[in-house]
């Protein structure tokens, strides 16, 4: 059985889903390492402190805690944080030590996190395997007027170069990492996500419209962060050009006291006369998602870039079909035609077009929901942590093979 030192720098996995900076990545750290957990190996997941609550060990479940370490001031914004990266590595070790801990591999989560696993990676002489999540070169490819920080861009090539493994979440990001950024294809694994079957799963419909509150209307729902990035624009303009007044649009994500973007898309909303039929929701526990996807007749994903696009998958398993761009991994979890719609163009008369289409033919829907639900089936995360489990095994037996041969 593996030790494995986790490394999420600047994203707690048990953080409330939806606000800034939290996501899919939270999910996907929090539920590889539960799954790790249950099958004997140990984990261990290194996060910095993020709230005055946070404790400073969390026991999740057997096998499985988080450690809170000190790195900057709570609530420093994110471009600062690597001024921290030292101190962080410095409670870890200093923690690691105290508990006589030895691990048997390092595994990071986005390229701050990459930082630290250099590091720890030379200094416990183990291997170290980085999972990206999001990219700034891609994103910049997305979104044309977001320049890409330079420090994040060199920090992103150093830990390519570095790192003794890379995961992809798609062919899509193997295929960037490579072109964008040269990294070896001998180093890129793609390991898809996956979603929590027991959780996200068919309940009947008008259960979950009661539960929430709502009538008659049917429902297009968005989840995800409030971002310029998530296109919730597009989602916006194409629901006000809809024929159906019997329609409510959610918006699930953000917080919607605090938070400017979802001031200025209120402000769109109203100049479109849809104010009215749109609820921002704001955060919601991770276990009331799945009443939200079974209210809602479709879920939309108008992202500009997405690497793997969780959310998508999660609307699936709950059997409501999802349209969405045609970027990054969504490619892969949404089948054209057969699970939803893709849409090549960021458009939101296109946008509009399959959500009618959808809303119109009840046949087609069924059949949509009955699809998504079967290719849902086959990506729960056990069949993700068999296949980091085998990258792992790969990478330890060939440390093993390396050292006996010096």
């Known amino acids: 059985m593996y030790k494995i030192a986790v490394i999420s720098f600047h994203g707690c996995p048990v953080a409330r889903l939806g606000e800034r900076d939290t996501g899919g990545m939270n999910v996907y750290v929090l539920q590889t390492a539960k799954v790790l957990g249950r099958l004997g190996h140990q984990v261990d997941i290194y996060t910095r402190y993020h709230d005055h609550n946070d404790l400073p060990i969390t026991e999740l479940e057997n096998n499985v805690r988080i450690i809170h370490l000190k790195a900057g001031p709570l609530g420093e914004p994110k471009n600062n944080l690597p001024l921290h990266i030292p101190q962080f590595l410095s409670e870890l070790n200093s923690f690691k030590a105290s508990h006589n801990l030895q691990y048997d591999l390092v595994h990071s989560?986005?390229?701050?996190?990459?930082?630290?696993?250099?590091?720890?990676?030379?200094?416990?002489?183990?291997?170290?395997?980085?999972?990206?999540?999001?990219?700034?070169?891609?994103?910049?490819?997305?979104?044309?007027?977001?320049?890409?920080?330079?420090?994040?861009?060199?920090?992103?090539?150093?830990?390519?170069?570095?790192a003794h493994a890379i995961i992809?979440?798609?062919?899509?990001?193997?295929?960037?990492?490579?072109?964008?950024?040269?990294?070896?294809?001998?180093?890129?694994?793609?390991?898809?996500?996956?979603?929590?079957?027991?959780?996200?799963?068919?309940?009947?419909?008008?259960?979950?419209?009661?539960?929430?509150?709502?009538?008659?209307?049917?429902?297009?729902?968005?989840?995800?962060?409030?971002?310029i990035l998530k296109g919730i624009d597009?989602?916006?303009?194409?629901?006000?050009?809809?024929?159906?007044?019997?329609?409510?649009?959610?918006?699930?994500?953000?917080?919607?006291?605090?938070?400017?973007?979802?001031?200025?898309?209120?402000?769109?909303?109203?100049?479109?006369?849809?104010?009215?039929?749109?609820?921002?929701?704001?955060?919601?526990?991770?276990?009331?998602?799945?009443?939200?996807?079974?209210?809602?007749?479709?879920?939309?994903?108008?992202?500009?870039?997405?690497?793997?696009?969780?959310?998508?998958?999660?609307?699936?398993?709950?059997?409501?079909?999802?349209i969405a761009s045609r970027v990054g991994g969504l490619q892969d979890i949404v089948k054209h035609n057969k699970t939803g719609y893709l849409i090549p163009w960021r458009s939101p008369d296109s946008f509009a077009q399959q959500i009618n289409t959808l809303l119109e033919n009840k046949s087609l829907h069924n059949s949509m929901s009955i699809e998504s639900i079967s290719e849902a089936s086959k990506?729960?995360?056990?069949?993700?942590?068999?296949?980091?489990?085998?990258?792992?095994?790969?990478?330890?037996?060939?440390?093993?093979?390396?050292?006996?041969?010096?």
């Open 234 to 322: 597009i989602l916006i303009e194409a629901f006000a050009s809809l024929p159906d007044p019997l329609k409510k649009l959610l918006i699930v994500g953000g917080n919607s006291v605090k938070d400017n973007q979802i001031t200025r898309l209120k402000q769109k909303a109203e100049q479109l006369g849809v104010i009215n039929q749109i609820d921002f929701i704001g955060t919601i526990p991770q276990d009331q998602l799945p009443i939200y996807y079974n209210a809602a007749e479709l879920t939309v994903v108008p992202s500009y870039y997405e690497s793997f696009g969780l959310v998508a998958l999660e609307s699936m398993a709950c059997g409501t079909p999802v």
């Open 109 to 162: 989560h986005y390229w701050l996190s990459g930082k630290v696993g250099i590091n720890l990676s030379k200094e416990w002489d183990i291997p170290h395997v980085i999972s990206f999540h999001t990219l700034a070169k891609i994103k910049e490819k997305a979104l044309i007027q977001e320049k890409a920080p330079l420090n994040r861009v060199r920090g992103e090539l150093d830990i390519i170069e570095q």
């Open 379 to 406: 990506m729960g995360w056990d069949k993700t942590v068999r296949n980091l489990l085998s990258l792992y095994e790969c990478l330890l037996f060939s440390l093993k093979n390396n050292m006996a041969m010096k």
């Open 168 to 227: 992809g979440m798609s062919d899509y990001e193997k295929n960037d990492l490579v072109k964008l950024y040269g990294a070896s294809l001998q180093k890129i694994s793609v390991i898809q996500p996956g979603v929590d079957l027991k959780l996200f799963k068919p309940i009947d419909k008008n259960v979950a419209k009661q539960s929430l509150g709502l009538g008659t209307e049917r429902i297009i729902l968005f989840v995800g962060r409030i971002e």
